[in-house]
């Protein structure tokens, strides 16, 4: 099974390193990195702050959109163009297919991390301020954030068209992204009708928060000292989830 598994992966792998929208993907995020520097060269105020702020939003607004992408046409591509097929005739299970597209294209989302946080590590480093605390955290937390991402869209691949799965995995997105003004508004809410409805959201909804400490980093704040543990546990448990959920639909699906 193992060797399946790394078949299937090493094959996305080398699939998507040919990609044409995956250089151009990534040559844009250099490019948005390296803006921040500029931009940080011409402020007058905490040069250094902006640089890291710019930088992780665009690290992290990029590994999201190529998580997105490789999520969504991991298996519809495959589906589309008949190539699949070739592949499921052979003594494979499909969950040994799932978890083999999914580690594949989670190289792929971890070698773009890798670059673009080069890219950043270096500029910082050009700045001669050094490296802050919680650098590389602050890096393998958002990693992990578009690896959710991507297990998100994969699932939402396997039993809906392109459009619908885009448009789920968005807005799982965005509500991950606003686990605390859910909690927030769910606190202060007068309707007690719509109380459990927003509760079950937040709960429900994977909470992306715990990946999200890059203002904390940018403005030398104090985070818990088991934080990152924390968030890869959650980690472990919310990709099983999705992976598992979409593995058990794709069983299911009737391929034409």
Sequence with gaps: ????????????????????????????????????????????????????DFGFSAISLSGIAVSIFLGITAVTKEIQDKSIYTVLV?????????????????????????????TLTLLVIALSLGAPDGLLACFYLMTLESLIVLAIAMFASVFSSIVLATSFTIGVFLIGRSSYFLNTFYERMQDSSLRPLMR??????????????????????????????????????TVGFFISLGSFFFSKRDLP
């Design 90 to 118: 052979k003594p494979i299970a499909r969950y040994e297919y799932m978890i083999g597209k999914f580690l594949g294209c989670s190289l792929v989302v971890i070698i773009v991390h890798t670059i673009i946080s080069s």
């Design 1 to 52: 099974m193992t060797s399946r598994i790394g078949t299937i992966a090493l094959n996305v792998l080398k699939s998507y390193a040919r990609d044409k929208i995956f250089h151009v993907t990534l040559a844009i995020a250099v490019i948005l990195v390296g803006f921040a520097y500029l931009l940080s060269t011409l402020a007058s105020l905490q040069p250094y702050k902006l640089l890291l």
């Design 200 to 237: 079950f959201i937040y709960d429900v909804m994977p909470n992306l928060d715990r990946f999200n400490i890059r203002e904390i980093v940018a403005y030398a704040k104090d985070y818990p000292d088991n934080h990152v543990l924390i968030a890869s546990a959650y980690f472990l448990f």
